[in-house]
């Protein structure tokens, strides 16, 4: 049993690409958890999604060993155990940064020595401090050419109120002053504090389905030891399991004896129900429990929506499997059954933002070999009726009749933007076309700026951070938090064809972008479904009123063409035939509407 002394656990925290895990690769490599042989570039990040993109998704556990060099030629030397938890920095993915600090003392706050701080940096850093851990400030990559490292400790101290001389110098690429970095880790990070005499309680903040060994449960002993062939009891469903394999992650997962106060591993218990695991959950010994269990976590409110269709219905079945799987190992992701007419059958899913969606479809069609369709991507809205209900609407399908609406709410946020300080018109102007409300300007340095707007949800998770992108020539940031909802003039858009509603491509939008949306969509839609013998008519509407119509001309067929002079009766008797023919055919002929024209719609959105 280790002493909970010689116990650090820790996270490192940053904005997206700003090297968190090529620093936790020099940590494995100067620890000797790996060889320079196995070494190689974000070895943590072991989804191929993650190293395509060369990003951190999922949180990932290592326990490293680390022998600081003795103190004054002193020949005892002791050996300390470093649980380290790599975390994403994308604001998707939030909630799995504010997961793994729960189960840290301290964090290693990330800044790169060129960009400097950026808009995820201070909105981690503040998740940081609320959490009460230690912060050990390390400004990375100053090996650059580029790298302002004087200037960028000032923005540090001006944003977040570091003291200067606390902030350490680093380099993942080369490994300079790696060393430097775990002593300080060792000095200022508190060990923890948990008594191994006590009853048994741990922190579930993590698990992942095993296709073998079944459920992967991560854990953060908080007291006592935990052993296998224990009797343990999972508190909030109040199952009951016994342990038959418990480990760490040495990187890769290494079994062992017992885990004690303190530590951090994983455990199997034949756990073989997805649904029996909750994050945030309290595993105790069912024996001899303990008589509180751990606050947990807050559940994780998914922000956008979107339909999520098999291309081939009979996929349907294999569809519902793989969701099933991969909500194990991410909890912020929901999904329940749903029908469309033009789709067929699917499931309604709701995500943490875009890059969490276009995850998961990636994850899903990699994974499963399917073949999927999304329809447009919508946020969560409040409806109170005159009856004085309230209504949650995820879907716009599920939007009441106009008469029955009392009032309509969206969600807000307020939304940090971190641009350089010439790009300042230009982001007010888009700003303020997505009817952001402008509350304050904060200069970090005489070239850069903090922007802070509250905005409507629906105006951000379109394309808000490519239009960031483009204005500020790359420069810029953004972070955004949710603030509640707010009254709003909104309606459904619906979208008729051939004076049908199509449910599949209706949408919730403000009355004044209304007009705009619904010529765009009909536009799009027109290119899209082919000719048929008869008129086709589409229409975008609110309610019974008309706003936008676009019409595809029918197919024309020469009746004539066999009459060649002759009495002109015979060519009328003809055409009147035909007239009727197509007249009859508008009334009763169904319209075809390709799996592509739902996609280029989704997309033009």
């Not at 951090?264 to 429990?289: C, E, R, S, W």
């Not at 809205?381 to 709410?409: M, N, W």
């Not at 449910?503 to 009909?522: F, N, P, Q």
Request: hydrophobic share 40%; aromatic share 8%; with cysteine.
């Amino acid at each position: 049993m280790i002493d909970t002394k010689l116990i650090r656990n820790f996270s490192i925290i940053a904005h997206i690409d700003h090297g968190k895990s090529t620093l936790a690769d020099q940590f494995l490599l100067k620890t000797g958890a790996i060889t320079a042989r196995e070494f190689r570039n974000q070895i943590l990040d072991d989804m191929d999604l993650e190293r395509e993109r060369g990003i951190t998704i999922q949180m990932h556990p290592v326990t490293i060993y680390y022998t600081p060099p003795a103190a004054g030629g002193a020949k005892e030397r002791q050996t300390y155990e470093l649980n380290l938890i790599d975390t994403p920095g994308h604001v998707d993915f939030s909630y799995e940064v504010s997961r793994s600090l729960a189960a840290c003392e301290g964090v290693i706050l990330l800044v790169d020595a060129f960009q400097g701080v950026q808009a995820q940096t201070v909105a981690n850093a503040y998740l940081a401090m609320e959490a009460n851990l230690t912060i050990v400030p390390v400004l990375n990559k100053i090996d650059l050419p580029t790298a302002r490292v004087e200037e960028v400790i000032a923005e540090m101290q001006s944003a977040l109120g570091i003291d200067p001389a606390e902030v350490l110098r680093a380099s993942g690429k080369t490994g300079q002053g790696i060393d430097d970095v775990l002593q300080a880790i060792l000095a200022r990070v508190p060990p923890p504090s948990g008594d191994p005499a006590a009853p048994l309680k741990a922190l579930v903040y993590n698990s992942h389905f095993d296709t073998y060994k079944g459920v992967v449960v991560y854990v953060r002993l908080i007291d006592g030891v935990l052993k296998k062939g224990q009797r343990i009891r999972l508190m909030r469903g109040g199952t009951e399991h016994e342990v038959t394999e418990i480990g760490q992650f040495r990187p890769a997962m290494t079994a062992c004896k017992e885990l004690s106060a303190g530590q951090v591993g994983y455990f199997m218990a034949q756990i073989k129900g997805l649904a029996d695991v909750h994050i945030g959950d309290t595993v105790t010994d069912a024996l001899n429990p303990t008589a509180e269990p751990l606050p947990g976590y807050k559940e994780p409110k998914p922000m956008v929506f979107s339909g999520l269709y098999p291309a081939n219905n009979k996929d349907f079945e294999s569809l519902r499997e793989a969701l099933a799987k991969l909500k194990l190992n991410d909890s912020s992701f929901s999904y329940q059954p749903e029908v469309s007419e033009g789709l067929g059958f699917g499931f309604r899913c709701g995500f943490l933002g875009m890059l969490h969606r276009e995850i998961i479809q990636q994850r899903l069609e990699r994974e499963s070999g399917l073949d999927l369709v999304q329809t447009a991507p919508n946020v969560t809205y409040e409806i109170r009726t005159r009856k004085g209900e309230l209504l949650t609407i995820d879907s716009p399908q599920k939007v009441p009749d106009a008469g029955q609406i009392e009032e309509f709410r969206e969600p807000f946020v307020r939304i940090n933007f971190l641009i350089p300080a010439e790009n300042i018109g230009d982001l007010m102007q888009l700003c303020s076309e997505r009817r952001g409300v402008y509350v304050r300007t904060e200069y970090l340095s005489p070239t850069r700026a903090i922007l802070v707007y509250e905005m409507p949800l629906a105006e951000i998770i379109y394309d808000l951070y490519d239009k960031l992108k483009s204005v500020t020539h790359g420069y810029g940031t953004m972070d955004y938090e949710f603030l509640g909802y707010r009254a709003a003039d909104l309606v459904r858009l619906d979208v008729l064809v051939h004076h049908k509603r199509v449910d599949a491509l209706s949408t919730i939008v403000h009355r004044a972008a209304a007009e705009r949306r619904g010529r765009k969509l009909l536009k799009k839609l027109r290119e899209e479904i082919d000719r048929h013998l008869f008129e086709v008519v589409l229409q975008a509407a609110i309610g019974s009123r008309i706003i936008a119509r676009e019409t595809i001309a029918p197919l024309k067929k020469n009746v004539t063409a066999k009459c060649y002079g002759g009495d002109i009766t015979r060519k009328r008797k003809l055409w009147a035939k035909q007239a009727a023919g197509k007249k009859r055919m508008k009334q009763v002929g169904q319209v075809e509407i390709p799996q592509e024209a739902f996609l280029a719609v989704l997309e033009a959105e």
